[in-house]
């Protein structure tokens, strides 16, 4: 008898033409078009567990999912398969083999996420990234990010009506880098609610333009209220960009 062997899939993805990660009815997902392609190869069906959701229109430059398989495969052979039944928008990088335990999901220590900003038009960025007239004071941005280190309840900054037993997460970076022409916002934390990352972008930049005060954040955090915070951004300029696991998870 074979034995299963659990598989992790670094991939990537443009999220444009897909309604987000998770598989949903009469919708076109990253999820179901990677287990469609992976069916394929192995000629059996196979289901996958991604890392966490993105929504509709957002991209992942880094994407960690895991499937099992009984089959015994060459793996460098795999990825040149898998990437030619797969659609342009859609790429695996890697394959590991890891402990039968190994969960996505659950064993995730930390994700980080980029959201990007241009303030020019562009037609090679357009969908990549949120086109932004107005010139914010990143200083000021930097400043009112700073709350968010020093709050653990999210729910200002949540999706209303979300599945979730708490909105607690442990933040542990999140700062404003300015490029020529653009602007990236870099976050990282354990979890990350619905819609969260594009909630905080939105507030902060009614800081950066004068909407907001610096020392209003804390007070929006505290309030657990959706209302009290900013007009959530385009998906487009937003990126899942980085998983981190533990290394003892690895078999090789």
């Given at each position: ?31 179901e ?5 992976l ?108 709350a ?45 609610l ?25 007070l ?24 981190e ?6 078999l090789?």
């Amino acid at each position: 008898m074979i034995e299963t062997r659990r598989y992790f899939l670094e991939l990537s993805y443009k999220g444009t033409q897909f309604h987000g990660w998770q598989i949903q009815k009469n919708a076109y997902t990253v999820q179901e078009c990677l287990e469609s392609a992976l069916s394929t190869y192995f000629k059996t069906p196979v289901s996958v567990m991604g890392s966490g959701r993105t929504d509709t229109g957002v991209h992942a430059s880094m994407q960690v999912c895991h499937f099992d398989s009984d089959q015994i495969f060459d793996r460098e052979k795999f990825l040149k398969a898998i990437n030619a039944i797969l659609p342009k928008d859609i790429s695996i990088h890697t394959i590991r083999n890891v402990k039968p335990s190994a969960h996505a999901r659950f064993h995730a220590l930390e994700r980080s996420y980029v959201y990007r900003i241009i303030f020019r038009k562009s037609p090679f960025l357009d969908e990549l990234a949120w086109q932004y007239f107005f010139d914010p004071d990143v200083d000021k941005m930097n400043l009112a990010a700073k709350a968010l280190l020093r709050h653990e309840d999210f729910e200002s900054f949540s999706k209303v009506h979300t599945a979730v037993n708490h909105f607690r997460c442990q933040i542990k970076y999140a700062r404003w880098e300015q490029k020529e022409g653009e602007l990236l916002f870099h976050i990282t934390a354990n979890r990350f609610l619905r819609g969260m990352v594009r909630t905080i972008v939105g507030t902060l930049l009614d800081v950066g333009l004068g909407r907001k005060g610096v020392d209003e954040m804390d007070l929006i955090i505290e309030s657990r209220n959706r209302l009290k915070a900013g007009k959530a951004s385009p998906a487009k300029g937003l990126f899942l960009s980085r998983i981190e696991y533990p290394k003892d998870i690895y078999l090789d």
